[in-house]
């Protein structure tokens, strides 16, 4: 295509096509990289996680994370890469951003499950979960998940040096959905709905009863049979307490009202 010379102007000449072409297709491939945010060269991946380490411990957390995820695009088979993209999640991990590094993490356990921090991942995916356990009152499927990712980091990496931190959590998301069972169970209590109340106290007792809130539970469930005139049943349910927790708070109060009862 020419463009066509004005009137009285022979300074102008038209461009030719190869020109305008060449020109066109210099800008796309100089400016390619700049809008997509890529570099114009590929820097090797040793390099480039050399930068990512490096802006990693300044805790330059988006340049750190800019060095590891162009390392995991361009050189995927690198041996650099699974580590590359681990810790594109530890970035997000290490600012609070547990939403963004729960994907990360997990795309790494997925495509990794035999790499040497492939137990670390896992770690970090339960972390994720259990740095964002909501309160009491709130829904706990976060909480269910945080359990279930310790869970499958004991199963499948007994060994990992990270296990007995995994086993303690594991018992503090037991408790807090203990916890949350109990707190159903009072909220049904206040509104009088005792027979409502009744299968929350028993989810504590059978699948929650190697937590603290077993004995709670047993109590508050005597005390609910009590409420709807079953006392030979709330007897049984005590004297189970007594006899399974007899150093809790709630086997002293439960033998006071045995004593109670009996004099």
Request: net charge positive; glycine share 4%; with cysteine.
């Amino acid at each position: 295509m020419q463009i066509p010379r004005r009137s009285g102007d022979p300074r102008r000449r038209p461009l030719r096509r190869g020109a305008l072409a060449g020109a066109a297709i210099t800008l796309l491939l100089s400016g390619c990289s700049y809008l997509s945010g890529r570099p114009n060269t590929v820097a090797p991946a040793a390099k480039l996680y050399e930068d990512g380490e490096r802006f990693l411990l300044t805790e330059k957390y988006p340049a750190a994370r800019e060095q590891f995820a162009w390392l995991v695009e361009r050189h995927p088979e690198s041996e650099l890469a699974p580590v590359a993209r681990f810790l594109v999640g530890e970035t997000y991990y290490r600012t609070k951003d547990f939403e963004k590094a729960v994907p990360e993490f997990e795309s790494f356990v997925t495509l990794y499950p035999s790499n040497q921090i492939a137990d670390l991942g896992q770690y970090r995916l339960a972390l994720s979960y259990f740095d964002q356990m909501p309160s009491l009152e709130r829904d706990q499927k976060i909480t269910s998940q945080a359990l279930t990712e310790f869970q499958k980091l004991i199963r499948l990496y007994p060994e990992s040096r990270y296990a007995p931190d995994a086993i303690v959590k594991i018992e503090a998301c037991r408790l807090r959905l203990a916890q949350k069972e109990l707190w159903i169970a009072a909220f049904y209590v206040r509104q009088g709905k005792y027979e409502s109340a009744l299968p929350r106290f028993d989810t504590v007792i059978t699948t929650y009863g190697r937590t603290q809130a077993a004995p709670e539970a047993l109590y508050q469930k005597a005390d609910t049979l009590v409420r709807l005139g079953r006392s030979d049943e709330a007897a049984t349910v005590l004297k189970r307490l007594v006899d399974e927790f007899p150093a809790s708070e709630w086997s002293r109060r439960a033998r006071e009202r045995q004593a109670a009862r009996g004099a």
